[in-house]
């Protein structure tokens, strides 16, 4: 149990252009999702918190307007890179937690490859 | 604030040799205490937990004891594998904060 799924696990796009990546937890309602980035050999940063239904709560230095979260539904969540350049290079990966007692515990997507060129 | 620091990394062992990789933590409240596992171009796998001091966490051969005392959860395996050549990640769920945070991640080689 407690399967997430992102997609696509890789892309390249060219600068300027946007990406949307998806998060879907498949097997349980997630109340809280969680959007992260890793650079080579370093740990995760996190980008941003959303819950269903309302605007997420970014981190200091994340740009709002640059990477754009929905999270529409209990089991979807997608991250827009919105006019990408080559700084935006970078591994993404996604997380949800359950309500209650899980809310403590994030379960990690496989991460998705992004490359701008 | 909330913040976990590892040793650092990388560490080389030779296969069926004992592992330890430190972690110290600082938070306040009461923090849930975890060990996450990334094999290389994937995403990070839950390897064990611990949500109260004294609790040890365990899975594959792999155990870790939540210590209040010396904030503490430091990781270790009797005998590894080179299967479990990874990155290896300490991270705590801070109960004031509802993030996880996470230390640098400590890369770990097994030789045959």
């Known amino acids: 149990g407690a399967v997430v799924s992102q997609h696509p696990s890789w892309v390249i796009c060219k600068s300027g252009t946007s990406v949307k990546i998806e998060c879907r937890s498949l097997d349980f309602q997630a109340t809280t999702m969680f959007w992260y980035r890793q650079f080579p050999k370093q740990s995760l940063m996190l980008m941003a918190t959303?819950?269903?239904?309302?605007?997420?709560?970014?981190e200091q230095g994340v740009e709002k307007d640059k990477f754009l979260i929905n999270h529409a539904s209990l089991t979807l969540s997608t991250l827009t890179v919105t006019s990408a350049h080559p700084e935006d290079s970078s591994f993404y990966i996604c997380?949800?937690?359950?309500?209650?007692?899980?809310?403590?515990?994030?379960?990690f997507g496989p991460g998705t490859r992004l490359t701008v060129t | 604030g909330d913040s976990v620091t590892q040793m650092e990394g990388p560490v080389t062992l030779s296969e069926e040799a004992f592992l330890t990789i430190n972690c110290t933590y600082t938070a306040t409240g009461y923090p849930s205490l975890f060990w996450y596992v990334q094999y290389p171009g994937e995403g990070l796998q839950l390897l064990l937990k611990?949500?109260?001091?004294?609790d040890k966490g365990s899975n594959k051969g792999f155990e870790a004891t939540y210590r209040k005392e010396t904030t503490s959860f430091h990781l270790e395996k009797g005998s590894v594998q080179v299967s479990d050549s990874a990155v290896y990640f300490c991270?705590?769920?801070?109960?004031?904060?509802?993030?996880?945070?996470f230390g640098q991640g400590t890369t770990l080689q097994v030789k045959p």
């Open positions: 959303s819950n269903e239904g309302s605007k997420a709560t970014y």
């Open positions: 997380s949800a937690s359950g309500p209650g007692s899980l809310s403590r515990e994030q379960y």
């Open positions: 611990a949500t109260k001091a004294d």
């Open positions: 991270a705590l769920w801070g109960s004031n904060t509802g993030k996880l945070i």
